[in-house]
Structures are given as C-alpha cells and as structure tokens.
C-alpha cells in the first residue's frame, strides 16, 4: 500500500523528469522507423538499450526476421531487483513513410508536441523509460 506522502513523493519525482522525458521523445521520434525498415527499427533499438542501461537494465537483443526484432531487458541482479518482474510491451514501427520527418518535424507549441509516431508508440516508450528511473 502506498500511502499519500509516498504518492506525492513520486508524483513530484515524475514532474521534475519533464525536461529528460522530452530529451528522449525527441529523440526517439526524430529517428524514423517505418515498418518495412528493420534498420530503422535496430537503430532506434539502441536509443532504448542505451536508456536501459542507464537505470541498470542488462539488454538483449534479437533480430527479427520479418521485423526490426526484439529487446529483452531486465534489472542486473546487482541492483537489487533481480527477482522482480514487470512487463513493459511496447512496438517501435510507425504507419509514416521515410521522409515524412521533413514535412512533420517534431515540434513543440505550447503543450502540443507532434512528429511522426509520437503518440503511437514513442511517447508510450519514453514514458516506460521514465517510469523505470523513478
């Protein structure tokens, strides 16, 4: 049971990860990874790896052979989460062609932020990024 200072505590933590959680959205979304493109999809691969790693995740990777392939990760045992596990599902492909990043650059006005693949999956992805530092 979490109780409503530790819910405030992470709440507050998660709001002051606005300016890294955006690092990573742009990031990801300025990589273009249409479906057909498994190289695309390897490259922005890396990107998650590298984030992984970052918070102590060892990676995987499994290269598809219809696809851009798969990442398994989870905790080192050294961390001290060794035996917890959490399943976090994303996919990495957009609908968008390869240039479209030209014509619909990631861009931010306001509280609106837009690019190819943003809402579906990046910003999904960014966010499990995020969730697994706090």
């Known amino acids: 049971m979490i109780k409503i200072a530790e819910s405030n505590n992470i709440?507050?933590?998660c709001l002051g990860c606005e300016?890294?959680?955006?690092?990573?959205?742009?990031?990801l979304v300025t990589i273009e990874t249409p479906p057909a493109d498994a190289a695309s999809h390897k490259n922005l691969f890396g990107v998650v790896e590298e984030e992984l790693k970052k918070v102590g995740y060892q990676t995987h990777y499994y290269p598809g052979e219809l696809s851009g392939g798969q990442i398994l990760s989870k905790p080192l045992s050294e961390n001290g989460n060794a035996n917890v596990y959490q399943?976090?599902?994303?996919?990495?492909?957009?609908?968008?062609?390869t240039g479209t990043l030209?014509?619909?650059?990631?861009?931010n006005e306001g509280d609106v932020f837009t690019g190819p693949g943003i809402y579906d999956m990046k910003a999904g992805i960014a966010m499990m990024l995020q969730a697994l530092k706090v």
């Open 87 to 97: 399943l976090l599902l994303g996919h990495v492909d957009t609908v968008w062609p």
């Open 19 to 27: 300016k890294e959680f955006l690092r990573i959205l742009e990031k």
């Open 11 to 13: 709440l507050k933590e």
């Open 102 to 107: 030209h014509k619909m650059p990631f861009t």
